[in-house]
């Protein structure tokens, strides 16, 4: 059963525009992650994603948490597997994906992330002339130090033991004194990384200081499973008020008021 | 050329025996700047329904060393609005366009075949079925594309239903097999604990442990059929689908594994060409 | 203790939930120094049959990622020798022993019952049926064991045979079922070419992979049969065990990874002995 | 459905004495093996063996190519997993298991190996006061440096190529002027580490250059498949004259005699 391919010559001449590499440059310990500097053409943008291959059945999702000129950072947990990687060695990217955070123009941002999940937020701690965070942990041994932030950076911190800074959790802010209450109507742009559980309600707590906040005020992002990172595998679905879409290609950046139910 | 459906009066030729597995590859235009489409015998779409159906409720997937659970529901927007969707695309493609269907009765299946009359962009149907169809039911859903429309039709059958499914199905006048869906398992999603019921996992098996199991059925089944077979299980690498071929397999879809490395379709479809330049004279 | 015969007369009590599956530990010396094996709730043996069995042709191991292929053909030395040799140890053992027996007739499982009439070592049999075994010839066999001997009988079900054998077993007097058998695959041994037909490799798939169809199994089954079920196939780890006595599972064995952590046998004991005494009041 | 273990404080009193660790030295290229060095309180004596957790779902089979006082070295192909241990850290092993060389009160020691399979002889090097050393290989790049040996060693080289030493094989070796049917009659022990396939043709070799040899005069070294070592598995078995035995437990050294059929 003898076949025959006409286009074979063709096919390496198509660009495979997002099969690409980063080579690795070094890690250093920022507990309680490790911070992994990778240099590559064109980092993804904040917000956005790359598909990396450490040997698992399954690509791992990397934010950047930093961006330079020449590469990115990301931060991963001890013990990832990127430790056996050596300088100079290079990783199989698919990628940049998805849909990331738009802070052009904004004067005031508004930060708004769970400790664990801040690091996709990083890259835009100095991308507009005045930035709020509001970053909330269990306890204060699970919160950045404060002194890893620009100075420029207004911290506000949410601990649920009240260890320190204001005692609750993000979705307990409704108080006019809490600092995301206080946050949301001096901000122009709100961007968040939190467990997508509490959207909803932060969706209704922007409803509640801005009355209409125009679309994309508020912009939050979503870490799901995200396999193939094109809108291929359908398992990144996530529910919104217009229907279901994918984390992958309709977000990983969404709307906040898409979770207005 | 290779023959998918030569008992079928207008066939369904494809250019090279490697095609993605329902479900993994979306509809067509997903990885328009990762696999170059030219390589593909043909696009398989994703399971698509006449209605629209939701995803599972999450979590979607586990991992199991090497391994893969997943359970998706098989969301899709419906039969009319993909259509709307991807007609244009698939016309325009360049390659078969193959629709995997899933269908509860043979009535929505008959409404299916319905939709799809005149429409052009389709070269092939593959029938999708669940792990425990009895043959009554995969047979009176096969009966009714036949009756409903003209295309050629393959059958993806069941990893545990081949025993009993394969050979009426052949009989009755399938096309051509997929041999087989994934595997369903089932896994714990954290540690049991006395206290609550243990929190699980149900979903399709993707990985490299599945590729034996597939072997083991097309060596068993492929001399036994009257029609052609495609093989599809954990098929993740050159010599794998060499495998498959070598015992008398037509094609091979590759499943999970070209979410990790989608050139492998290019690669794998340049190797078996270049094989199949050397073999003939 | 626990029950694995709560239907028979004399009953097959086990002091702990944890056995080697038959085939990976031997007869009951081989891991003497590696294995303390009070930790054990029964001694499994390795398949033994009426006659002599030859060792299969080799190769009889492959290795695809974490999973293995294994094929023996089964060899031992037939009943007689290995009741002289090791009737004394397993009298000695401490624990229960359960003799795994093989026979591809009725009349051979009756002069295997016949030469352990009277056999004090033995406290049950499990019985090892092949991949496709028809539900008539499985029945015959285990009537043939239960009207010529006294013993607890266990039937280890194949993997492709639980949707057909599992019931009618625990119907005809199984007092337990082993679920299940390895699943058989196929694997090439080298690389296709267009030349020579391609060598195979054909036997039986152990590894983690194996573990979600086990569960998916149990999960289906154990509501279902009126006997206790022991779980077998891929249990790696002491969460997989749990997992298994969560969904109602009364015991597992361990496979093939006891070639590499024999002492998994005793973490996983002493695991759910703990388990065990925490949940009592 | 509860159950108690009475004798679950007694289990861990039980010596499990054949469950130990070394640990990882140091490694070195020594074409085209690494030559990998282990520190242990016990290694296995020339012929007998370790099985070693290097996290592959079977455990490798190591036979020692030295012996120190403080442990042994092993010859690993490039690319091995131990190229990711770093010293100091240790290896899970079982063992040492099987019977090995018996090499005591030996004068004349005659070692016959292919090339590929030689490490396992490498101990017995020095174990006689003289040693004869017939090596074969396909072509002479296949060799080791003779430089490798020691000096007291004397070195009978086969290619099948004839690139170096005597042209042929060791299978070819029936010329009264061969090396290995020279040096049959002048050893007064023979151990070897080739092809199975190869002893039924050695036995019949030392059948005839010594009429009625003692037994284990000619001690043959079996290398396959061996899962569990202890017996367990019966995946080693292999043909003797005797009926099947275990390479692991009644090897892999066996008595070439063994192998007349
Ligand atoms: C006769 C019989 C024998 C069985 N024997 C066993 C056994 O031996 N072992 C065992 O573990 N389980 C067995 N089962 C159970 C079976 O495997 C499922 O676990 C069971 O059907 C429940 O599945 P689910 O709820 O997870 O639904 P799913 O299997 O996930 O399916 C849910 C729904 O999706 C539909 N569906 C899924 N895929 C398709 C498709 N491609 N096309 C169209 N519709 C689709 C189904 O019809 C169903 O309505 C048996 C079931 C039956 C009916
Ligand atoms: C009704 C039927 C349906 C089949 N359907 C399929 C299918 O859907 N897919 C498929 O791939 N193959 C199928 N087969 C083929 C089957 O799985 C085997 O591949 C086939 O029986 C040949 O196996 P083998 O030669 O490798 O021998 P093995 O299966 O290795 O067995 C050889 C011999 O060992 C005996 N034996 C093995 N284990 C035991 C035991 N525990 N106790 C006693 N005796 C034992 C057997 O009886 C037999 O005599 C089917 C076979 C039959 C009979
Ligand atoms: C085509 C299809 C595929 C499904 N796949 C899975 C799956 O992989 N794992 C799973 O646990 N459930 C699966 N389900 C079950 C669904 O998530 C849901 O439980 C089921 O669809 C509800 O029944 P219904 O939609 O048939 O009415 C699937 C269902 C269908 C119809
Ligand atoms: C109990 C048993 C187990 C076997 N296991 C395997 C196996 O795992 N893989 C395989 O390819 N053949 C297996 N065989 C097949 C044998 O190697 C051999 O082909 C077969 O035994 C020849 O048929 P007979 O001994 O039943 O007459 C097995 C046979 C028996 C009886
Ligand atoms: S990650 Fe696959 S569809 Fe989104
Ligand atoms: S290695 Fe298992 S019996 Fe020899």
Redesign the pocket.
Same mark, same amino acid.
């Given at each position: 059963m003898g076949f025959h391919c006409p286009s074979l010559v063709a096919w390496n001449m198509v660009s495979m525009s997002k099969h690409t590499t980063a080579v690795f440059r070094e890690a250093h310990p920022e507990p309680p992650f490790w911070r992994v500097r990778f240099e590559m053409v064109n980092p993804p943008r904040p917000g956005c994603f790359l598909l990396a291959d450490f040997g698992a059945p399954l690509r791992e999702v990397l934010f950047p948490a930093a961006l330079h000129t020449e590469g990115f950072d990301v931060l991963v947990p001890p013990g990832h597997p990127v430790q056996r990687l050596l300088p100079g060695e290079s990783v199989d990217l698919l990628g940049p994906f998805g849909r990331g955070f738009q802070t052009e123009q904004v004067e005031r941002l508004l930060l708004v992330a769970e400790a664990q999940l801040l690091s996709p937020l990083l890259p835009l701690l100095e991308a507009a002339p005045m930035v709020t965070l509001v970053l909330a942990a269990p306890t204060r041994a699970l919160l950045p130090p404060a002194q890893r932030f620009p100075p420029s950076v207004e911290l506000h911190l949410i601990t649920q033991d009240g260890s320190v800074g204001y005692a609750g959790t993000l979705e307990t802010c409704h108080n006019a004194d809490s600092p995301l209450l206080e946050a949301i109507p001096w901000a122009d742009r709100l961007c968040a990384s939190c467990d997508p559980a509490f959207y909803p309600k932060l969706a209704r707590m922007v409803r509640q200081q801005r009355l209409n906040p125009p679309p994309n005020f508020a912009q939050v992002l979503i870490q799901v499973a995200m396999p193939c990172g094109v809108g291929a595998c359908e398992i990144c679905r996530v529910q919104t008020v217009n229907g279901e879409r994918r984390a992958c290609t309709d977000g990983p950046v969404f709307d906040v008021l898409d979770f207005v139910f | 050329m290779i023959e998918l459906a030569p008992n079928h009066k207008f066939g369904l030729p494809i250019a090279t025996p490697v095609l993605p597995a329902a479900g993994v590859f979306g509809y067509g235009d997903a990885y328009r700047d990762l696999v170059d489409y030219r390589c593909l015998g043909a696009l398989v779409t994703h399971?698509v329904s006449l209605h629209p159906r939701r995803a599972a409720y999450p979590p979607r997937i586990a991992v199991r060393g090497e391994h893969l659970l997943i %359970?998706t529901g %098989?969301p899709n927007p419906g039969l009319s609005a993909i259509l709307r969707q991807y007609r244009d695309l698939w016309e325009r493609l360049g390659v078969p366009v193959i629709l995997h269907v #899933?269908?509860?009765t043979s009535a929505e299946m008959a409404e299916v075949m319905d939709k799809l009359s005149g429409e052009t962009a389709i070269q092939g149907i593959e029938l999708? #079925?669940?792990? %425990?169809? *009895?043959v009554e039911k995969a047979l009176a859903l096969l009966r009714s594309i036949c009756l409903n429309s003209d295309l050629p039709v393959i059958v993806?059958v069941p990893f545990?239903g081949v025993s009993a499914l394969a050979s009426p199905l052949a009989e009755a006048g399938a096309d051509a097999l997929t041999l087989t *869906?994934p595997p $369903?398992g089932l896994l714990p999603l954290s540690e049991a604990s006395d206290d609550e019921p243990l929190p699980l996992m $149900?979903g399709r098996l993707y990985g490299p442990a599945v590729f034996p199991l597939l072997l083991q059925q097309l060596s068993y089944w492929i001399p036994r059929l009257p029609v052609p077979v495609i093989a599809c299980g954990g098929i993740t690498s050159i010599a794998d689908a060499r495998a498959c071929l070598a015992l008398g397999a037509v094609a091979v879809q590759l499943d999970a594994v070209v979410w990790r490395h989608p050139d492998l379709l290019a690669t794998i479809a340049k190797e078996l060409a270049n094989d199949s330049d050397n073999a003939t004279p």
């Open positions: - | 399971p %359970h %098989h #899933l269908a509860g999708g #079925l669940d792990e %425990h169809t *009895s993806r545990v *869906s $369903r $149900r």
